[in-house]
């Protein structure tokens, strides 16, 4: 199994970040979402949290509020490849419900926590439903990997989930 | 380089508009999310290199969509002096031929959609060009027509990312002429006069929104964009700004100037990143040129405008929740008042407009108020944008005025179902909105209309539902996402959703019963009277409105515990078996003839439909319509198989054994006795289950030979005699008695019939040709379809002459034609509406022209044309055009004034048929106008206690599954009554088999049944569709899908959470 | 501005102060209005919709808790409609989590029981969630138990507005809020708790209790009120 890379960010990484939002509308947001993106498993460890509230001087339990109530941010650790099912109602009364069991059976059988989104046990994969990417005309859209594929049916789904692992495997073998 | 003063806007226009109407060609690629989404960005690479190869001097750049989606991407070219063309579809090959062409000096033809000549930029004019007849213009396309594009003005047309093409057509002079305005005053008077509406879904007047925030007293003051457009199936937003940020930019510019706002905040949705991107490098544009911060366009006034990214909180587009969102907390709402305007973003006042509402301003600024009052109706004016997706052919973005009625917009605008489905509903206002019945589709589109059929305008979302669609899930779907979105504050809203989603999942999964339904009504009034925000407060209308207009589709979840739309999984065993009116478990019988196992699959379509070798020929086979084999290439052929394993029994020693198996799988005599009136396919089917039940049944049929249609009426070219003997003598092999000779009302009556049995099955079928109400009609050679078809299937073939005419497009009517061409005439069909609006089968349609039928539409009948001796030479026919769409989505005919005659010696009416009303009448059974016989939805009991009723009788003229379904289920519920148990299932044996769905399609390319060509077939009755063998029908069996073999995995989250980590 | 409103609660006419809630002025007359968020001393957050009354002319239900009144005001707090919403929101409460009163230290000292009794909630139609939290116990002297909390935010307030240690804050949202100390941290473990119990006191259920409690021994400080008031004024 790929060694997961999963370490805080540093303070200079962070500091960074919160240096460039001086202002105070809407500065928890842009530097949490920031700081998720830098993070290569794209979540906010807990230090993270710490860090900002110190720096920001909020409460613990304000950035920890903020940070769980925002379904944008994760506080655990995404797979290296996501795969994003649009819930859309577009894409939903053209069948989309049929796409997550697909993907799921697919990345091995796990189930979704509450707010819909499943990380592979080595972090390879996460599968999430989003909001809508209001791509609704190409109903039913799925983003692999951010890259939009409309019209998209389970079994081609499942396809090119699929070769995203296979592809995964084959690295996996080459470089151990 | 800051922009001054009115000559240095004037000099940037100047420089746009040179860039607009380039010197040399000019190609825009549609470049926004959904026209990259279609692969835009590799046709603009693709042209761009083209070009370079080329060495042609042209202006190649990004604009934004023009709207029409189903299309993308598109591409719009201009050479001087000629039209505007958008390319629709283009693919990066198309490359080189547009720009090969456009080096010539011609403008491309291919995939040419439609030219602009001139367009009104609204806040400016811009002449392109004229000629090119050949191609449609823009507003002929009938996805464009109606349309009025206000908002949309520039997009599409303009490059987004340059601010120079927006002063080209018009732009920030709205912006300018405000701040050369004498007064504040004047400018809020303006909009007030333009009576705009906020478009985020609630419709507050603008201009009194505003002149709060201009009255409120503060050192600073807030302008917030709310362009957190969360409602799934809306993207308007989204395009507005990809396509042309600078009118929203000008518009709060504008607002921000009459309310004495100086800070502008736009809260944008962190899934719209290219919105984000363009948004940016807009507000950029306007800092470097002197559009934001200080002394703007050499004024006193100073504004900043700052963008903030949502992270996915939908509750944030109330506006007290993203207040509390942009000062960095959880997006929870506030009790109002306090209202924004007197306490909102830190505390100051603040005002907080959608997207739209501020795209609008600087048009009205532009044309003024009055001109904007004038569009739209008297509350509501203005247009409106539309994203119009879900099942029509045509999706995409429509901007309508106000009042524009939803069937246009339905059939019209969106072209109908792309598949000719069923189209049911739509849903409009998203999450906070409501699902309008199709019957409601004559309704405007304004705030007030939707609002009393309990939907919303909302952010004009608008998601078209079809027969495919079930409407307690779309219910349970709106509902999870707003419990899903529920920020928790209050409690209907945070406890109330998760138990109204409990019950809809309940009923959804098939375990309620109707006191759940009692809940979720008495629950719905309270969550959207106590709750504290609109979030709460409007999540109630999807459940409101489906119980109000669908109830029916909740009845039957708990009633039947079957989901007819086929989408709640519990509640079917795959896609086919749910849409055979039968529910023949297809994927079953497929996989054992897989397994080698033909006597076990002949049993089981035995048990699940008594009449296998008719349906396999002449069903209409609904199965194909959701079989999902099609998303691959096409359906599987599953009724072909059943013919093909009937066919092999009847000719084989396999008939013996199901008849055994049958036999042996028969439950106990009950002693109860039943009453079937009618051999035909619903009587029969009753008869079946009826007798495989235990009971005793006699059936009652007036003509001489058991069968109804299939024997009298339906041709023997496709349903031969012989398979329907072989199939009744399984039937009576089993114990299905009939008699003969026996018509109620003459000699049998009903109430000896009462007296006599424990129960009576109606099933007399519709056997009346409708009139078409005609002088001449009774003339000896006008013939009622029914009656010829009868009197050929009797072997006594009326003399027809050479010239048919028959009327109708129907499956009565098709059979005739072709009837007619084998007895040696030739046929004219004339149907009073268009070809796609034929009921008939497509497929016989087809052949019925491969035989020589001449067909021709939009004429309905007017008279019949006789000689002095009364004998038919003619029929008179009177042309119609397409009028207004009627509920079905079809347009209605209208008769013209232009009259033609058909010269002809016999004429077919194939009109309709209904029942016969007297025996019904008579018996004291209740019927409707159209004489069919009204039942109980799902035991098919009449008015009169014990008296069942199925088939055409009840339903009118149908098809021969859906006629004997009713027979099924009306069997069931006998039995049901009878033995006070449901015991159906006790006979329906189920087969074990493998379960495992082939992870890449099998089988290969769809087979098919070999045709007689038309030439060796239209002149005789000999089958025509020869069917399947072993080897096809094995391949075909390998195509499956196995959609029954359900996942294994939880696709839903658990419904409570565990132990708190 | 006027020196005093004149309005009337269930057609009782009275006058009022300007700038006064509904439910201060119904309090000050001895008209009873359930409510459960509500904790006077602390800001209003109209979130548990009990104490919603109608308006004569106001298409909309108020908060009384929240809604200022207005001059010739008509006012019913206690309409059938009003009362069967108000069961059915408590019968929602009381299905959410786990609020068993025979296993409960507040049993006897708690809000939620006395709205039961005086709202005539006799028995629950809606099935019982029993989440299953894991009760915190990892303060020394008091208890988080998850599993009785209403979501009231009472404690929230309190300890924001009254003690200004922001120690508590809501994680998660809808049917998934959970009244969280610091990080999510063990309260035990909170570095910014001065453990002056106000939210313990505060607490209208057995959710914030007192250690070492036996079943309905957890009673709170007699009227809260004037002491949480005396605390701002001499506190922060």
Same mark, same amino acid.
């Given at each position: 199994?790929?060694?997961?890379?999963?370490?805080?960010?540093?303070?200079?990484?962070?500091?960074?970040?919160?240096?460039?939002?001086?202002?105070?509308?809407?500065?928890?947001?842009?530097?949490?979402?920031?700081?998720?993106?830098?993070?290569?498993?794209?979540?906010?460890?807990?230090?993270?949290?710490?860090?900002?509230?110190?720096?920001?001087?909020?409460?613990?339990?304000?950035?920890?509020?903020?940070?769980?109530?925002?379904?944008?941010?994760?506080?655990?650790?995404?797979?290296?490849?996501?795969?994003?099912?649009?819930?859309?109602?577009?894409?939903?009364?053209?069948?989309?419900?049929?796409?997550?069991?697909?993907?799921?059976?697919?990345?091995?059988?796990?189930?979704?926590?509450?707010?819909?989104?499943?990380?592979?046990?080595?972090?390879?994969?996460?599968?999430?439903?989003?909001?809508?990417?209001?791509?609704?005309?190409?109903?039913?859209?799925?983003?692999?990997?951010?890259?939009?594929?409309?019209?998209?049916?389970?079994?081609?789904?499942?396809?090119?989930?699929?070769?995203?692992?296979?592809?995964?495997?084959?690295?996996?073998?080459?470089?151990? | 380089?800051?922009?001054?003063?009115?000559?240095?806007?004037?000099?940037?226009?100047?420089?746009?508009?040179?860039?607009?109407?380039?010197?040399?060609?000019?190609?825009?690629?549609?470049?926004?999310?959904?026209?990259?989404?279609?692969?835009?960005?590799?046709?603009?690479?693709?042209?761009?290199?083209?070009?370079?190869?080329?060495?042609?001097?042209?202006?190649?750049? !990004?604009?934004?969509?023009?709207?029409?989606?189903?299309?993308?991407?598109?591409?719009?070219?201009?050479?001087?002096?000629?039209?505007?063309?958008?390319?629709?579809?283009?693919?990066?090959?198309?490359?080189?031929?547009?720009?090969?062409?456009?080096?010539?000096?011609?403008?491309?033809?291919?995939?040419?959609?439609?030219?602009?000549?001139?367009?009104?930029?609204?806040?400016?004019?811009?002449?392109?060009?004229?000629?090119?007849?050949?191609?449609?213009?823009?507003?002929?396309?009938?996805?464009?027509?109606?349309?009025?594009?206000?908002?949309?003005?520039?997009?599409?047309?303009?490059?987004?990312?340059?601010?120079?093409?927006?002063?080209?057509?018009?732009?920030?002079?709205?912006?300018?002429?405000?701040?050369?305005?004498?007064?504040?005053?004047?400018?809020?008077?303006?909009?007030?006069?333009?009576?705009?509406?906020?478009?985020?879904?609630?419709?507050?007047?603008?201009?009194?929104?505003?002149?709060?925030?201009?009255?409120?007293?503060?050192?600073?003051?807030?302008?917030?964009?709310?362009?957190?457009?969360?409602? !799934?199936?809306?993207?308007?937003?989204?395009?507005?700004?990809?396509?042309?940020?600078?009118?929203?930019?000008?518009?709060?510019?504008?607002?921000?100037?009459?309310?004495?706002?100086?800070?502008?905040?736009?809260?944008?949705?962190?899934?719209? @990143?290219?919105?984000?991107?363009?948004?940016?490098?807009?507000?950029?544009?306007?800092?470097?040129?002197?559009?934001?911060?200080?002394?703007?366009?050499?004024?006193?006034?100073?504004?900043?405008?700052?963008?903030?990214?949502?992270?996915?909180?939908?509750?944030?587009?109330?506006?007290?929740?993203? &207040?509390?969102?942009?000062?960095?907390?959880?997006?929870?709402?506030?009790?109002?008042?306090?209202?924004?305007?007197?306490?909102?973003?830190?505390?100051?006042?603040?005002?907080?407009?959608?997207?739209?509402?501020?795209?609008?301003? !600087?048009?009205?600024?532009?044309?003024?108020?009055?001109?904007?009052?004038?569009?739209?109706?008297?509350?509501?004016?203005?247009?409106?944008?539309?994203?119009?997706?879900?099942?029509?052919?045509?999706?995409?973005?429509?901007?309508?005025?106000?009042?524009? @009625?939803?069937?246009?917009?339905?059939?019209?605008?969106?072209?109908?179902?792309?598949?000719?489905?069923?189209?049911?509903?739509?849903?409009?206002?998203?999450?906070?909105?409501?699902?309008?019945?199709?019957?409601?589709?004559?309704? @405007?589109?304004?705030?007030?209309?939707?609002?009393?059929?309990?939907?919303?305008?909302?952010?004009?979302?608008?998601?078209?539902?079809?027969?495919?669609?079930?409407?307690?899930?779309?219910?349970?779907?709106?509902?999870?996402?707003?419990?899903?979105?529920?920020?928790?504050?209050?409690?209907?809203?945070?406890?109330?959703?998760?138990?109204?989603?409990?019950?809809?999942?309940?009923?959804?999964?098939?375990?309620?019963?109707?006191?759940?339904?009692?809940?979720?009504?008495?629950?719905?009034?309270?969550?959207?009277?106590?709750?504290?925000?609109?979030?709460?407060?409007?999540?109630?209308?999807?459940?409101?409105?489906?119980?109000?207009?669908?109830?029916?589709?909740?009845?039957?979840?708990?009633?039947?515990?079957?989901?007819?739309?086929?989408?709640?999984?519990?509640?079917?065993?795959?896609?086919?078996?749910?849409?055979?009116?039968?529910?023949?478990?297809?994927?079953?019988?497929?996989?054992?003839?897989?397994?080698?196992?033909?006597?076990?699959?002949?049993?089981?379509?035995?048990?699940?439909?008594?009449?296998?070798?008719?349906?396999?020929?002449?069903?209409?086979?609904?199965?194909?319509?959701?079989?999902?084999?099609?998303?691959?290439?096409?359906?599987?052929?599953?009724?072909?198989?059943?013919?093909?394993?009937?066919?092999?029994?009847?000719?084989?020693?396999?008939?013996?054994?199901?008849?055994?198996?049958?036999?042996?799988?028969?439950?106990?005599?009950?002693?109860?006795?039943?009453?079937?009136?009618?051999?035909?396919?619903?009587?029969?089917?009753?008869?079946?289950?009826?007798?495989?039940?235990?009971?005793?049944?006699?059936?009652?049929?007036?003509?001489?030979?058991?069968?109804?249609?299939?024997?009298?009426?339906?041709?023997?070219?496709?349903?031969?005699?012989?398979?329907?003997?072989?199939?009744?003598?399984?039937?009576?092999?089993?114990?299905?008695?009939?008699?003969?000779?026996?018509?109620?009302?003459?000699?049998?009556?009903?109430?000896?019939?009462?007296?006599?049995?424990?129960? &009576?099955?109606?099933?007399?079928?519709?056997?009346?040709?409708?009139?078409?109400?005609?002088?001449?009609?009774?003339? !000896?050679?006008?013939?009622?379809?029914?009656?010829?078809?009868?009197?050929?299937?009797?072997?006594?073939? @009326?003399?027809?002459?050479?010239?048919?005419?028959?009327?109708?497009?129907?499956?009565?009517?098709?059979?005739?034609?072709?009837?007619?061409?084998?007895?040696?005439?030739?046929?004219?069909?004339?149907?009073?509406?268009?070809?796609?609006?034929?009921?008939?089968?497509?497929?016989?349609?087809?052949?019925?022209?491969?035989?020589?039928?001449?067909?021709?539409?939009?004429?309905?009948?007017?008279?019949?044309?006789?000689?002095?001796?009364?004998?038919?030479?003619?029929?008179?026919?009177?042309?119609?055009?397409?009028?207004?769409?009627?509920?079905?989505?079809?347009?209605?005919?209208?008769?013209?004034?232009?009259?033609?005659?058909?010269?002809?010696?016999?004429?077919?009416?194939?009109?309709?048929?209904?029942?016969?009303?007297?025996?019904?009448?008579?018996?004291?059974?209740?019927?409707?106008?159209?004489?069919?016989?009204?039942?109980?939805?799902?035991?098919?009991?009449?008015?009169?206690?014990?008296?069942?009723?199925?088939?055409?009788?009840?339903?009118?003229?149908?098809?021969?599954?859906?006629?004997?379904?009713?027979?099924?289920?009306?069997?069931?519920?006998?039995?049901?009554?009878?033995?006070?148990?449901?015991?159906?299932?006790?006979?329906?044996?189920?087969?074990?088999?493998?379960?495992?769905?082939?992870?890449?399609?099998?089988?290969?390319?769809?087979?098919?049944?070999?045709?007689?060509?038309?030439?060796?077939?239209?002149?005789?009755?000999?089958?025509?569709?020869?069917?399947?063998?072993?080897?096809?029908?094995?391949?075909?069996?390998?195509?499956?899908?196995?959609?029954?073999?359900?996942?294994?995995?939880?696709?839903?989250?658990?419904?409570?959470?565990?132990?708190?980590? | 501005?006027?020196?005093?409103?004149?309005?009337?609660?269930?057609?009782?006419?009275?006058?009022?102060?300007?700038?006064?809630?509904?439910?201060?002025?119904?309090?000050?007359?001895?008209?009873?209005?359930?409510?459960?968020?509500?904790?006077?001393?602390?800001?209003?957050?109209?979130?548990?919709?009990?104490?919603?009354?109608?308006?004569?002319?106001?298409?909309?239900?108020?908060?009384?808790?929240?809604?200022?009144?207005?001059?010739?005001?008509?006012?019913?707090?206690?309409?059938?409609?009003?009362?069967?919403?108000?069961?059915?929101?408590?019968?929602?409460?009381?299905?959410?989590?786990?609020?068993?009163?025979?296993?409960?230290?507040?049993?006897?000292?708690?809000?939620?029981?006395?709205?039961?009794?005086?709202?005539?909630?006799?028995?629950?139609?809606?099935?019982?969630?029993?989440?299953?939290?894991?009760?915190?116990?990892?303060?020394?002297?008091?208890?988080?138990?998850?599993?009785?909390?209403?979501?009231?935010?009472?404690?929230?307030?309190?300890?924001?507005?009254?003690?200004?240690?922001?120690?508590?804050?809501?994680?998660?949202?809808?049917?998934?809020?959970?009244?969280?100390?610091?990080?999510?941290?063990?309260?035990?473990?909170?570095?910014?708790?001065?453990?002056?119990?106000?939210?313990?006191?505060?607490?209208?259920?057995?959710?914030?209790?007192?250690?070492?409690?036996?079943?309905?021994?957890?009673?709170?400080?007699?009227?809260?009120?004037?002491?949480?008031?005396?605390?701002?004024?001499?506190?922060?």
């Amino acid at each position: 199994m790929i060694q997961v890379e999963n370490t805080p960010l540093t303070p200079e990484q962070v500091d960074e970040v919160i240096d460039r939002f001086p202002g105070e509308t809407g500065d928890v947001l842009s530097i949490l979402e920031e700081l998720q993106e830098k993070h290569p498993l794209k979540y906010l460890p807990r230090e993270t949290l710490e860090y900002v509230a110190d720096r920001k001087g909020l409460s613990p339990s304000r950035v920890y509020s903020v940070a769980t109530f925002y379904s944008f941010f994760n506080l655990e650790p995404q797979g290296r490849h996501s795969v994003m099912i649009c819930r859309g109602t577009a894409c939903h009364t053209r069948g989309s419900n049929l796409l997550m069991s697909g993907v799921l059976a697919e990345a091995g059988g796990g189930a979704p926590d509450e707010d819909g989104s499943y990380t592979t046990p080595d972090h390879q994969l996460t599968v999430r439903t989003v909001a809508c990417f209001g791509q609704c005309a190409l109903a039913p859209v799925v983003g692999v990997n951010h890259e939009i594929y409309g019209r998209i049916s389970d079994m081609k789904l499942r396809r090119i989930v699929r070769e995203l692992i296979q592809k995964e495997k084959q690295h996996e073998d080459s470089t151990s | 380089m800051k922009i001054q003063h009115l000559d240095a806007l004037n000099d940037i226009r100047e420089t746009g508009l040179n860039k607009l109407l380039h010197s040399g060609p000019r190609i825009g690629v549609g470049m926004g999310t959904c026209g990259i989404g279609n692969g835009a960005h590799a046709v603009y690479e693709a042209l761009k290199e083209a070009l370079q190869k080329r060495g042609l001097d042209a202006y190649l750049g !990004p604009v934004g969509c023009f709207g029409y989606c189903a299309v993308e991407p598109l591409v719009n070219v201009y050479l001087p002096g000629q039209p505007l063309v958008i390319f629709s579809e283009v693919k990066p090959e198309d490359a080189e031929y547009l720009v090969e062409e456009l080096a010539a000096g011609r403008m491309p033809t291919r995939k040419a959609l439609c030219r602009i000549e001139e367009w009104d930029f609204l806040t400016g004019e811009v002449t392109f060009g004229h000629g090119l007849p050949d191609i449609p213009r823009w507003d002929e396309l009938p996805f464009f027509r109606g349309q009025k594009k206000i908002v949309l003005r520039n997009c599409g047309l303009i490059n987004p990312e340059d601010l120079e093409e927006y002063i080209a057509i018009g732009g920030y002079f709205g912006l300018w002429q405000a701040l050369n305005m004498p007064s504040t005053d004047e400018i809020i008077e303006e909009v007030k006069k333009s009576k705009l509406r906020g478009r985020g879904g609630a419709g507050y007047p603008t201009g009194v929104k505003w002149s709060l925030l201009q009255k409120a007293k503060a050192d600073r003051k807030y302008m917030v964009c709310n362009a957190d457009e969360g409602d !799934p199936g809306a993207y308007m937003n989204r395009n507005e700004i990809e396509s042309d940020p600078h009118m929203l930019l000008e518009g709060m510019m504008i607002g921000a100037y009459a309310t004495g706002a100086t800070e502008g905040i736009v809260y944008l949705r962190a899934e719209y @990143p290219l919105a984000v991107q363009r948004l940016e490098k807009a507000v950029a544009a306007c800092r470097e040129a002197g559009l934001l911060g200080e002394g703007i366009l050499g004024t006193e006034f100073a504004f900043n405008l700052q963008l903030v990214e949502g992270a996915g909180a939908f509750v944030c587009g109330e506006e007290t929740a993203m &207040v509390a969102s942009l000062e960095g907390k959880a997006g929870r709402p506030q009790p109002r008042p306090p209202y924004p305007a007197e306490s909102g973003l830190w505390g100051k006042p603040t005002n907080i407009n959608n997207v739209e509402t501020w795209c609008n301003v !600087p048009v009205i600024l532009a044309r003024g108020g009055a001109w904007f009052a004038e569009v739209g109706t008297r509350n509501s004016a203005g247009t409106k944008v539309f994203s119009l997706v879900g099942k029509v052919q045509n999706t995409g973005l429509v901007e309508l005025p106000l009042g524009t @009625p939803l069937k246009d917009i339905v059939y019209g605008i969106g072209g109908g179902s792309p598949d000719g489905k069923r189209i049911k509903a739509i849903q409009t206002g998203g999450p906070s909105g409501g699902c309008i019945p199709a019957l409601h589709f004559d309704t @405007p589109v304004d705030y007030e209309a939707l609002a009393e059929l309990g939907a919303i305008m909302g952010s004009g979302g608008m998601v078209v539902m079809d027969e495919d669609n079930c409407m307690v899930d779309v219910a349970r779907y709106f509902l999870e996402f707003t419990h899903s979105e529920s920020c928790g504050k209050c409690i209907p809203c945070r406890v109330g959703l998760d138990e109204s989603v409990r019950l809809l999942r309940k009923i959804c999964d098939g375990e309620a019963d109707m006191s759940d339904v009692e809940k979720l009504e008495e629950l719905m009034p309270m969550i959207r009277d106590m709750s504290l925000c609109g979030l709460g407060q409007t999540a109630p209308n999807p459940v409101l409105t489906t119980l109000r207009y669908f109830r029916d589709e909740y009845d039957e979840h708990i009633r039947t515990r079957r989901c007819k739309a086929g989408v709640c999984e519990n509640l079917y065993l795959s896609p086919c078996e749910n849409s055979c009116p039968l529910n023949m478990r297809i994927p079953g019988y497929l996989q054992l003839i897989k397994e080698d196992r033909l006597e076990d699959a002949a049993e089981m379509i035995w048990l699940d439909n008594p009449l296998p070798a008719s349906t396999g020929r002449i069903c209409q086979h609904p199965c194909e319509n959701r079989c999902r084999r099609a998303d691959e290439d096409e359906a599987v052929n599953m009724r072909e198989v059943h013919r093909y394993v009937a066919d092999m029994a009847f000719e084989s020693d396999l008939q013996r054994r199901v008849r055994e198996r049958l036999m042996k799988g028969k439950l106990p005599e009950t002693h109860k006795r039943v009453a079937v009136v009618g051999a035909g396919p619903s009587g029969l089917t009753a008869a079946f289950y009826l007798t495989m039940l235990g009971h005793n049944v006699m059936v009652f049929e007036e003509r001489e030979e058991a069968g109804g249609m299939l024997r009298y009426s339906l041709p023997e070219y496709r349903l031969p005699r012989q398979v329907l003997m072989e199939e009744l003598a399984v039937l009576e092999h089993i114990g299905v008695n009939i008699t003969y000779r026996q018509r109620l009302g003459s000699g049998l009556s009903l109430d000896s019939l009462t007296e006599e049995y424990d129960a &009576v099955f109606l099933a007399t079928g519709t056997w009346n040709e409708t009139q078409a109400g005609i002088t001449g009609e009774d003339a !000896p050679d006008v013939w009622h379809a029914i009656d010829f078809l009868e009197q050929v299937a009797r072997n006594h073939p @009326p003399p027809l002459g050479e010239r048919v005419v028959v009327i109708g497009g129907g499956n009565a009517a098709v059979d005739s034609a072709r009837t007619a061409i084998r007895l040696g005439a030739s046929v004219t069909i004339a149907y009073r509406r268009e070809r796609r609006d034929m009921p008939a089968i497509a497929e016989e349609v087809r052949e019925a022209e491969e035989e020589g039928a001449e067909l021709i539409f939009l004429s309905s009948p007017q008279r019949v044309v006789l000689d002095e001796r009364g004998r038919v030479t003619g029929i008179e026919l009177r042309r119609t055009k397409l009028g207004d769409f009627d509920a079905s989505g079809r347009r209605t005919p209208v008769s013209t004034n232009e009259f033609f005659t058909l010269p002809c010696d016999a004429i077919i009416m194939a009109v309709g048929e209904k029942p016969e009303p007297d025996p019904m009448r008579r018996a004291g059974i209740q019927i409707r106008k159209n004489f069919t016989v009204v039942v109980d939805g799902i035991t098919y009991e009449t008015n009169v206690k014990g008296v069942h009723a199925g088939g055409d009788l009840v339903t009118g003229a149908s098809n021969v599954s859906a006629t004997m379904s009713t027979g099924k289920a009306a069997a069931r519920a006998m039995d049901r009554i009878l033995m006070g148990e449901d015991r159906m299932d006790r006979i329906l044996k189920t087969f074990t088999y493998q379960n495992v769905a082939p992870r890449e399609p099998e089988g290969g390319e769809r087979n098919t049944s070999p045709v007689r060509k038309p030439g060796e077939r239209k002149d005789n009755f000999d089958e025509v569709m020869l069917g399947l063998v072993a080897e096809t029908a094995l391949q075909e069996s390998r195509r499956c899908l196995r959609c029954d073999v359900k996942q294994q995995c939880a696709s839903r989250a658990p419904e409570t959470e565990g132990a708190l980590s | 501005m006027k020196e005093s409103i004149k309005l009337t609660i269930n057609e009782q006419a009275l006058t009022a102060k300007p700038g006064q809630t509904i439910l201060d002025v119904a309090w000050a007359n001895d008209i009873d209005i359930p409510r459960l968020c509500y904790l006077k001393g602390l800001s209003g957050v109209g979130a548990c919709r009990l104490c919603m009354v109608e308006v004569r002319g106001v298409p909309r239900l108020l908060a009384a808790c929240v809604a200022r009144v207005t001059d010739g005001m008509e006012v019913i707090t206690d309409s059938p409609k009003l009362k069967s919403y108000r069961k059915m929101v408590l019968e929602l409460l009381l299905a959410e989590r786990n609020h068993i009163c025979a296993f409960c230290v507040a049993s006897g000292n708690c809000e939620l029981q006395d709205l039961a009794q005086s709202l005539g909630v006799t028995h629950v139609r809606y099935p019982y969630r029993f989440p299953n939290f894991k009760v915190d116990a990892s303060h020394d002297r008091f208890v988080h138990d998850p599993n009785r909390c209403v979501l009231c935010t009472r404690c929230l307030r309190t300890c924001e507005e009254i003690e200004g240690a922001r120690t508590w804050n809501v994680r998660g949202r809808g049917i998934h809020s959970v009244m969280i100390t610091d990080l999510n941290q063990p309260w035990g473990e909170s570095p910014t708790c001065t453990t002056c119990g106000k939210c313990v006191q505060a607490c209208p259920t057995g959710a914030l209790v007192e250690k070492g409690r036996a079943t309905g021994e957890m009673t709170r400080t007699g009227n809260l009120l004037p002491k949480l008031t005396s605390m701002r004024e001499s506190g922060r």
